[in-house]
């Protein structure tokens, strides 16, 4: 969908607004048009940094699901030693961090406004393992945790998984004024999806 300069007034007015993301680049585009219409919105760098970090988390979850079938790994069973060979694989350079196989179902963002508040929904074709629903509910705690997101946006613990980029939402939320519970997520059988719910009245001031 192209993306007009009354994106504002068109997501006022109850529009939903949905893109269909199978590369980086569509993502850097649809980034580009928003900014054309919200570049002046004190809000729309932390809009900006969620876009990013949930459609890259999308798309990494989306390509370990994958990976794990083509190379013979449960994940259940053998989470720990596929994850291991899938990271090894991406340091390889022999998974695209940008584009997803054209086996595996595009991420889907949507933009819509939800009572008083504007909301980004990223969501994919995948369930969430217990052990990857524990992981991520972890970084959710330590991100609800205020005075700890500081140490672990220091580089104290820079490996990957480590949630980094979920902590850094946490912390620009807090510096927005803006309370922990406005980033969710939720998985079921058939997606995983995460949100961020923005005051409307932020896009006015």
Sequence with gaps: ???????????????????????????????????????????????????IEFVLNAFKA??????????????????????????????????????????????????????????LTVSNAVTMTEEEFRIVQKIFLQGREISGIEDHLSGNNEAEGAGLGLLLIFSMLKNANLPPSYILFDTDRDETKFELLIPLACFTS
Excluded: C, W
């Design 1 to 51: 969908m192209q993306l007009e300069k009354d994106l504002k007034e068109r997501i006022q007015s109850g529009e939903i607004i949905h893109f269909s993301i199978q590369d980086i680049g569509s993502m850097n585009s649809i980034i580009e048009k928003l900014s054309i219409n919200l570049s002046d919105v004190p809000i729309f760098s932390l809009l900006k940094t969620a876009i």
């Design 62 to 119: 989306s390509q370990k699901r994958r990976f794990f079938i083509d190379h013979g790994y449960s994940i259940i069973n053998d989470y720990k030693a596929g994850l291991e060979a899938f990271r090894r694989a991406i340091n390889d350079g022999k998974i695209k961090g940008n584009i997803l196989d054209k086996n595996i179902k595009p991420v889907h963002m949507i933009l819509k406004r939800e009572n008083e508040f504007f909301k």
